[in-house]
């Protein structure tokens, strides 16, 4: 009799179990600070504006459907937010373009608002405001998926300049390769201040300073199809929405990983607090002066009263193909750089001009102060240059001399790309015979096979300039 009870209350304990991780599954439990924006079950909280798409619930997702002749629809919050991050995951029919409304708006009365010179007219009844897109238009090449389209006002904000201009041209090239045309791609936005950034399976995307729209609410998008019959039901699909509101003008934790991040393989090359993972690039002790860390910035300290400095630091580790995102501040007047593909044992007694810090360099560079802007050739030792070798473009955007870039290093087997403040600036192939003349003409002309070596060294430069790191992050790649 015992030994039935004890079973029934086993069974009764698998059965709570399943159904836990299945109701777990479907609706994400809500955690630090996280608060799930959809309860998996009914769309309360939720209202719809626009047109008349379907919107339904299917296994713990939302899914819209298209309706011919109807205008854009969207479901939206009926609370506004702020300042916040914001996760979902989506899953978009080819032939069907969508997008999450954020910090958007919908008025009865029309709207009529003024924007550098340029009156913008808004319909009563018109969502609008930024949109974070969901565009899969692998037909034609454009993967624009977690860019930023002002729906209703400017148009798209980023990326900038049209399917044919540069930054255009490389956030495709970029969505051909992590946007998931098949299946589930994952999206996190930071929307803190005047300041949005996205990221698609990890990968940052967009990184915008726009305060037109402080606040408003979210609102998930089928898009209009007009008359086109055979495109009636296309679906879109959202699961795992859920958001987490800052304090107004806070800002993301620094030396932090989101879950997406940590989801997508990155993990912090420095911890924000210690000198762990790093060395001298002449011993295996980090410098004991010249350096410093301070609430959460790894700082080169500058020459005091003309004493030498520290010395660059390097990883203890070595990286082939990776994604390397830090974020530097410089002073005025300042130099320094971020190196790949650093060689520690090269002897300058062997090999002229070589030493134990070569290696590729993201040039970072007060270029209004500092002589070396003017420098080499065409350029190529300006802020976000392969040093020496290949210039940034000439419309980067770096923040002004006291605040915060962010420098991305992307290789994956020998195509390296510069992306300064989310805009790509250098892109080239390592071995390639125009990688070789860049080589030839440079500094680095003696040493042989510069920049093509299969791994290397993360090096941070201390040139004598105070200059301040932080959100040191990467995550490595298959080679191809």
Request: net charge positive.
């Amino acid at each position: 009799m015992r030994k039935a009870k004890l079973l029934k209350l086993w069974a009764a304990i698998v059965i709570f179990t399943g159904c836990l991780s299945v109701s777990q599954a479907a609706v994400p439990v809500a955690d630090e600070g996280w608060v799930n924006l959809f309860n998996g079950h009914d769309l309360s909280g939720w209202v719809q504006r626009g047109g008349k798409a379907r919107y339904a619930i299917e296994d713990g997702m939302i899914v819209g459907s298209s309706v011919v002749n109807t205008p854009n629809s969207f479901l939206c919050t009926k609370k506004t937010y702020g300042d916040f991050f914001l996760e979902y995951d989506f899953k978009v029919d080819p032939r069907l373009n969508s997008g999450v409304q954020i910090r958007s708006e919908c008025f009865e009365t029309p709207k009529q608002m003024e924007w550098k010179g340029k009156k913008i007219e808004i319909s009563a009844g018109r969502v609008h405001g930024y949109q974070v897109e969901i565009d899969p238009n692998t037909a034609s090449g454009r993967l624009w998926s977690a860019g930023i389209f002002d729906e209703s006002r400017r148009g798209w904000l980023y990326p900038s300049g049209g399917e044919k201009g540069a930054q255009g041209q490389a956030f495709s090239e970029q969505g051909r390769r992590i946007f998931k045309a098949e299946g589930w791609n994952h999206v996190r936005v930071e929307a803190v201040g005047d300041s949005i950034k996205t990221w698609l399976n990890g990968t940052p995307c967009a990184d915008l300073k726009d305060g037109l729209t402080p606040r408003g609410f979210i609102g998930l998008q089928v898009h209009q199809i007009k008359a086109d019959k055979a495109r009636e039901g296309l679906q879109v699909r959202w699961r795992n929405l859920r958001i987490k509101e800052m304090p107004s003008g806070g800002s993301a934790q620094p030396n932090t990983l989101s879950e997406s991040e940590k989801a997508g393989g990155w993990r912090l090359l420095w911890d924000g607090k210690t000198a762990d993972g790093w060395r001298s690039v002449k011993s295996e002790e980090f410098p004991a002066k010249g350096w410093s860390i301070t609430n959460g910035v790894l700082s080169v300290n500058g020459l005091d009263g003309g004493e030498p400095g520290g010395g660059n630091i390097v990883t203890r580790e070595q990286f082939s193909s990776f994604e390397l995102v830090a974020d530097f501040k410089v002073t005025p007047g300042a130099n320094s750089g971020i190196k790949y593909f650093v060689q520690t044992a090269l002897d300058p007694n062997n090999i002229p001009g070589a030493g134990p810090g070569v290696g590729c360099e993201f040039q970072v560079l007060d270029d209004e102060r500092h002589p070396d802007a003017k420098l080499g050739r065409d350029g190529n030792r300006t802020v976000g240059s392969l040093y020496d070798l290949i210039p940034a473009a000439t419309n980067k955007s770096p923040s002004a001399v006291g605040e915060w870039n962010t420098a991305r290093v992307l290789v994956q087997g020998k195509h390296v790309e510069h992306w300064l403040n989310g805009q790509k600036v250098v892109e080239y192939e390592r071995g390639s015979a125009a990688f070789r003349d860049y080589v030839a003409r440079s500094k680095f002309n003696n040493i042989p096979g510069f920049g093509e070596w299969p791994a290397g060294h993360i090096l941070l430069q201390e040139h004598g300039d105070r200059v301040h790191f932080r959100n040191i992050k990467i995550r490595v790649l298959p080679a191809s």
